[in-house]
């Protein structure tokens, strides 16, 4: 099923992404599109997934979701969802960039009964050298806001790395001290649609709840940032990974544009 057609991005959507960091466009793709979809990435997420620990048995990152990467490389129905020119060419106009290319993608799927998603900063994560990145968050079902929709700090894209925490514990605790302080709005769907999406800033803090349903949360990710950007050199553990993983080693210096990195256009 293609997805190549385009959506009607408005300018209100661009300047509110622009302003506040983040967007939730409605009817990204139709009901008929995720569902043809779905099945190949249930598939690809039972394939995948290597956790088998109980709920009780895992830390805080553990309970949040099952995390499976890099579905788009496992086959050409999953590869053409990733792909997609309709979701890359959104992400571009609401950075305001030419193209983008792909860092990654991931199933985020949380369990029933799984935890919190603890407040973070996506891009403490990327070696790259570019304020220009954006991830899409794309429910495969109906969803609620007590299955865990995302909930954003307006505004936090603009001030860049907040504090060198990963997702964790403390990185909640701090985070919740920081919103709370600056008065930041926190702010986030109530119910979304199959094949409506959000879409965040790399810097944008944001956070999740629990699912407290008896519905798996079935949320599909694309990352994607600006073509021409150059690597950075990793100064963390965490970094580092990304760049072995995610970029393939690329010097830093040089474009991020490794064959796990194509153009979306």
């Known amino acids: ?107 985020l799927f949380k369990e029933p009964g799984g935890g919190h998603t603890p407040w973070h900063q996506d891009q403490y994560y990327w070696p790259l050298d570019t304020n220009n990145t954006i991830t899409m968050w794309m429910p495969l079902i109906d969803i609620t806001t007590d299955m865990g929709i995302m909930k954003f700090a307006s505004g936090t894209h603009k001030l860049g790395s907040i504090t060198s925490k990963e997702i964790s514990d403390s990185s909640e605790d701090f985070f919740n001290d920081f919103v709370k302080s600056n008065n930041v709005n926190v702010t986030g769907a109530n119910a979304m649609n199959a094949g409506d999406a959000t879409f965040h800033a790399g810097w944008t803090l944001h956070n999740a709840p629990g699912n407290q349903s008896p519905t798996m949360r079935e949320v599909m990710t694309v990352i994607y940032f600006a073509d021409n950007t150059i690597v950075l050199k990793p100064e963390h553990d965490h970094r580092k990974k990304d760049h072995e993983v995610w970029l393939m080693s690329i010097p830093p210096g040089q474009l991020a544009n490794s064959e796990l990195n194509p153009v979306i256009d």
């Not at 499976?68 to 992400?91: C, E, M, P, S, T």
Request: proline residues 1%; glycine residues 6%.
């Open 1 to 107: 099923m293609d997805l190549s057609s385009e959506y009607p991005l408005t300018k209100e959507a661009i300047r509110e992404y622009q302003t506040n960091g983040h967007v939730l466009c409605r009817g990204l793709a139709s009901k008929e599109e995720v569902a043809f979809y779905r099945k190949a990435i249930l598939e690809g997420v039972e394939k995948l997934n290597t956790e088998k620990r109980k709920m009780e048995d895992r830390d805080t990152y553990g309970k949040a979701f099952l995390q499976i990467f890099n579905l788009w490389r496992q086959n050409d129905i999953l590869k053409k969802f990733v792909l997609a020119k309709r979701f890359g060419h959104v992400a571009a106009q609401l950075m305001g960039v030419e193209r983008v290319r792909l860092y990654h993608d991931q199933a």
